[in-house]
């Protein structure tokens, strides 16, 4: 059974960092897109940073130059570092994997950004 377990989501000040992580189970390969998506209260899900087995990144033009995907292969795991954070950064950040041809998601984990 595929699992996407993430961790790190909580509540930061603006202007201050987070990490998230998305540790994957059950599934293995070569050729994959892994990465982040979010959704705030009344808003689409959307792209927030994906990476690929071949190492190649983009991100969403809100998170631009503030987030940082990476990955870790021998880990199976996605990190996600989040600074100058604001507050229409709250959302649930759900991990996201697609391979061959099947989509995964975690349960996601919330990120309020509040003072």
């Known amino acids: 059974q595929v699992q996407l377990a993430e961790s790190g989501g909580g509540l930061v000040q603006p202007g201050g960092s987070l990490g998230l992580s998305c540790a994957a189970s059950?599934?293995?390969?070569?050729?994959?897109?892994m990465g982040w998506y979010r959704q705030a209260p009344g808003k689409q899900r959307e792209l927030v940073a994906i990476?690929?087995?071949?190492?190649?990144?983009k991100y969403g033009d809100s998170v631009t130059g503030r987030f940082t995907i990476s990955r870790d292969t021998a880990k199976n795991t996605v990190y996600l570092q989040m600074t100058s954070l604001l507050p229409e950064d709250t959302a649930v950040y759900y991990c996201?994997?697609?391979?061959?041809?099947?989509?995964?998601w975690g349960q996601g984990t919330q990120v309020t950004v509040s003072s």
């Open positions: 996201h994997r697609s391979q061959d041809g099947k989509q995964y």
């Open positions: 059950g599934i293995d390969g070569r050729v994959y897109i």
């Open positions: 990476t690929t087995s071949l190492g190649s990144v």
